[in-house]
């Protein structure tokens, strides 16, 4: 029996909402594990009340800052690392310590050295992606075919032309994937910083519902930014990296 492209990732949730449910029917106990529609009350008060779509909108906007300033920074520290070896035997090592740094770390010397405000916020999430971009892109930039370089050259190619029809196409499918790769680990990171850090946002809210011990409503914010991501992976990412690695189909 042939599945739809979209009917495939909803049997695939349905499964994992049948495993939550039974989970929660073995502990038998709603404060540990409630079932999904023990969720239905909470999560419509939070949202009538205002404060779910509040808390989304200042972790969504953290993650789209930390983001797009991590994709550009990690994008051109990669390309220019790719495309020459001597620079990447320079900063190298430093990829390396940063790679290796632990989200944690940077996030509360960020907090230590700039404060507990909104800059060291970003900061502290961009940090923590921008050497994951450089690894996928300074590979991409090795990857790419001399062959099509050297026949921009025999024809005069202006480099804009070349950026637009030859560059870009074999860069797009590492620009791709290091774009859902990083808006993944980006929000996760935010959750932290906004855990140990800020005021509002969504793990803002978890936090002060874990000291209540309220797991009900952590799920509902937990699964709410989840929602929103998928939303965004299965409308944006997934469609913009089909459309990129189309050339590349036989």
């Known amino acids: 029996m042939h599945l739809s492209p979209v009917t495939i990732p909803l049997l695939s949730l349905l499964l994992l909402l049948g495993v939550w449910v039974a989970a929660a029917a073995l502990t038998a106990d709603p404060e540990i594990l409630p079932m999904p529609g023990a969720l239905a009350q909470p999560f419509w008060r939070e949202l009538t009340s205002g404060a779910l779509p509040y808390h989304l909108a200042h972790t969504g906007l953290r993650v789209l800052w930390a983001f797009a300033l991590a994709m550009t920074i990690g994008t ?15 900063l190298d090592p430093w990829l390396v310590v940063f790679l290796n740094l632990p989200a944690l770390v940077l996030i509360v010397l ?55 029809h030859v560059l870009i196409p074999q860069l797009a499918p590492f620009i791709a994937g290091a774009a859902r790769s990083g808006i993944a680990v980006i929000w996760k990171i935010v959750l932290v910083v906004e855990f140990l850090g800020r005021s509002n946002g969504v793990g803002f809210q978890i936090h002060l519902y874990f000291q209540l011990f309220n797991v009900a409503l ?33």
């Open 110 to 164: 960020c907090y230590l050295w700039i404060g507990l405000n909104e800059t060291a916020a970003i900061i502290a999430v961009t940090l923590n992606k921008i050497p994951n971009v450089t690894t996928i892109l300074r590979e991409g930039a090795r990857a790419r075919d001399p062959s099509l370089r050297a026949m921009a050259q025999v024809f005069g190619m202006r480099k804009v032309t070349y950026l637009r």
């Open 76 to 90: 051109v520290l990669g390309l220019v690392m790719g495309s020459y070896p001597a620079v990447d035997r320079w």
């Open 218 to 250: 952590v799920l509902v914010y937990s699964l709410s930014f989840i929602a929103v991501m998928l939303l965004v992976e299965w409308l944006l990412l997934q469609p913009i990296e089909r459309r990129v690695r189309r050339w590349r189909a036989p």
